[in-house]
């Protein structure tokens, strides 16, 4: 089981990006799939999670109306997160993992999820 998220790097804020988690040795059919982000100093957040059973999706607050998370892919074994207009409060290393819980209203528990990804730097600066 492996997750690799890509996407990352150095963005201006108003910009755009979208953040890849491909997903290997599992199908992505049994999985909720988590967007994680820890910036220096703070705990992991919660940022958005897609249940892949039923399409029920979730967004923190701080990216709501701004993002999307989708699953795409030749197998279908990526999910997506397009983030837009992001802004210097963003940067942060988004780790992206495979777990069971996602809710509509809710944020998604760590101990929910059981593979993580080595994560992707994003740096919002101008």
């Known amino acids: 089981v492996q997750l690799v998220e890509s996407g990352g790097g150095s963005v201006q804020p108003g910009g755009s990006l979208r953040l890849s988690c491909v997903a290997s040795?599992?199908?992505?059919?049994?999985?909720?799939i988590g967007w994680f982000r820890q910036a220096p100093g703070k705990e992991h957040e919660g940022v958005s999670c897609?249940?892949?059973?039923?399409?029920?999706?979730?967004y923190s607050d701080s990216v709501k109306g701004r993002s999307t998370v989708s699953r795409g892919g030749l197998y279908r074994n990526t999910v997506y997160l397009q983030m837009n207009s992001p802004q210097p409060e963003d940067t942060a290393v988004y780790y992206c993992?495979?777990?069971?819980?996602?809710?509509?209203?809710?944020?998604?528990?760590?101990?929910?999820?059981?593979?993580w990804g080595r994560g992707t730097q994003v740096t919002v600066s101008s």
């Open positions: 897609i249940n892949n059973k039923d399409g029920i999706t979730w």
């Open positions: 993992a495979a777990g069971s819980w996602c809710s509509d209203y809710d944020q998604p528990p760590l101990y929910e999820f059981d593979y």
């Open positions: 040795g599992f199908s992505l059919n049994y999985y909720v």
